[in-house]
């Protein structure tokens, strides 16, 4: 099975801030990785596939990058509706999600 | 608009059983794979079973292999999920999300299913 691992676990940031998440795979994935956004007690949002292909309707202030086994979220410009929860996810072989990154004010 | 609307959760004894629904609306659904993930209280999500839009291939995670059953009726457009010998382990949220070309683009609100005596 695929293992992900996402760092931090949580980030304290204020409005305006840029963030980085790292989502890491224990085996490369190619770029079948994307990232979601969840609030709670939502359902996740897709917000990036192929690792760096912005989702319609996403803002651009979010971006992707990375293949193989290391892969970066950033959010240039923290807005209030960013605080959440965002998992990475590999579909290279059935689904595995990593443990999640809650954003916080700070 | 595309829907998906699961049902079905509660509380359950162990070793009890459950059937979730996920009623599917706005799109073509014998044109999609379907999916079952599942979100313990805190944790990661979790992928636990995958069908095909024919229903002639499914997968299941290890966890609950032997113990999960996935089913669909397109003339219905619903998908389901039997759980039999339920566990404490199996306390969670279960979405049910539509698969495009192995991504989650619509997901469901989900539904709770509690195991506990």
């Known amino acids: 099975d695929i293992q992900m691992t996402q760092s931090p676990s949580t980030l304290s940031a204020s409005v305006g801030d840029r963030v980085t998440i790292t989502c890491r795979a224990s085996?490369?994935?190619?770029?079948?990785l994307a990232w979601y956004q969840q609030k709670p007690g939502k359902a996740p949002k897709l917000l990036i596939y192929k690792a760096s292909t912005l989702q319609s309707g996403v803002p651009s202030r979010f971006s992707g990058s990375g293949s193989g086994t290391e892969f970066i979220l950033t959010i240039s410009g923290l807005q209030p509706d960013d605080f959440a929860t965002y998992y990475c996810q590999q579909y290279s072989s059935f689904w595995t999600f990593g443990q999640g990154t809650k954003v916080e004010i700070k | 608009e595309v829907q998906l609307v699961e049902s079905g959760g509660g509380l359950v004894q162990p070793g009890g059983s459950l059937r979730l629904s996920c009623a599917a609306s706005g799109f073509t659904f014998n044109s999609y794979s379907m999916n079952w993930v599942r979100q313990a209280p805190g944790k990661r999500l979790e992928w636990i079973s995958y069908?095909?839009?024919?229903?002639?291939?499914?997968y299941y995670a290890d966890s609950v292999k032997g113990r999960f059953t996935i089913s669909r009726d397109n003339a219905r457009t619903s998908l389901y999920l039997q759980m039999d010998s339920l566990r404490a382990e199996d306390t969670a949220v279960y979405y049910c999300a539509r698969d495009t070309s192995s991504l989650v683009d619509c997901w469901g609100q989900g539904t709770l299913v509690i195991v506990s005596s």
């Open positions: 085996q490369s994935i190619s770029a079948r």
């Open positions: 069908i095909d839009g024919s229903a002639s291939t499914t």
